[in-house]
């Protein structure tokens, strides 16, 4: 499968403290790729870069066949990687609406417009007028999620999409992933979930102290259970 993100031993530094060491992972086009780790493992540090919101000291970043290493985050944008952050930057005093009017990106055409976004998150469409800042948790990830697909990206990157969330939407989140795998979008995310991710996953990195120190396929992984003990405290 020809990957639309390569990223190549990189060496992410915040001010003297080394964070990822020799950092290489890649997602397959229409793939779904889980990275898997502790707090403070180094999952949202990796996303960082991978989004040009951290620059890394060394290592590449091929994405769509071009280098993007310490690309702005604007520019990954631009080119087509939608990044829901672990904290989804909802603007508060914003609607629902603006807040998914915001996610345009110019110049971007495909197939998330506001009426198939809207259509596809029926628990948005009855607040667009609300207050971003008033929405229960589930339904700022839902927005956060809405709100970057329509930039209509190439790769859509979720950062902890299960976290703080109740059961309920957790099984929303699921339904979501899948339905949007059957559209062939191309995700990769991080969960400490892992009978979430499993669920939604094609392959696994696991992650530890800023080292990649498993891939595999989700079946592969499924049957690793000293590894998933050691790595992920299962």
Known sequence: MEPILDAGAINTFYGRSHILFDVSLSVGDGETVCLMGRNGAGKTTTFRTLAGLTSCKTGSVMFKGKNCTRFPSFKMARMGLGFVP?????????????NLELGKIPGRKGPWTLDKVLAR???????????????????????????????????????????GLSPVIVAELREL????????????????????????TDRVFIIDKGHIVYTGTVDDFKRETDLQRKYLSV
């Open 86 to 98: 672990e904290d989804r930057r909802i603007l508060g005093p914003l609607t629902v609406l603006e």
């Open 121 to 163: 998150f029926p628990i948005l469409k009855d607040m667009t007028h609300r207050l971003g800042g008033t929405l229960s948790g589930g339904e700022q990830q839902m927005l956060t999620i809405a709100r970057a697909l329509m930039g209509n990206p190439d790769l859509l990157v979720l950062d902890e999409p299960t976290e």
């Open 177 to 200: 992933i899948v339905s949007l795998k059957r559209m062939e979008t191309t995700i990769l995310l991080s969960e400490q979930n892992i009978r979430f991710a499993l669920t939604v």
